[in-house]
């Protein structure tokens, strides 16, 4: 094996362990903001019975407990925003740190327009709508709130 293969399996590995070793080293990590604090796997459950979910459990104490994993995450936060992506599915980085929702780039861009019959049955709901409201003895107001891309397209990622 040449050394660079050497090199770069050595840190891989040592990548893979650093969530085991902190678990063991600094023990679990606290709960954060609204998550409730991870709870250890038991063999045995509250009946006496053997816990059939036991690796499950373990998974799922691992995945949240594991020290330095809030520390992890922002560093892969940090590292995608540098590759122009977000960290979270849905979002898309603009400039200057902006931030825009997936979802709106259809619409930005004028891709995807609405077809003859996605204008029909909006219409059509909206008709709906103004009858039911009417009926009530009410009356019916819509408005259609532009969505931030338009307001901020200067921030939107070309």
Known sequence: MKPAAK?????????????GAGLLIFGPSEARANEAAPRKPELVDANGELNAGVLDDTEDYVN?????????????????ALFGESAEDGVILGSD????????????????????????????????????????????????????SSLYPEHMPA
């Open 97 to 148: 740190g902006w931030l825009y929702y997936a979802d709106e780039l259809a619409d930005y861009t004028g891709t995807e327009p609405m077809t003859e019959r996605q204008v029909f049955a909006a219409a059509r709901n909206l008709a709906l709508m103004r009858e039911y409201a009417e009926g009530l003895g009410a009356d019916f107001v819509f408005t259609i709130a532009p969505n931030k």
């Open 7 to 19: 090199i770069f399996t050595a840190l891989f590995l040592l990548l893979c362990l650093i969530p």
């Open 64 to 80: 949240e407990a594991f020290s330095l994993r809030q520390e992890l995450i922002t560093l892969w936060a940090h590292v995608e």
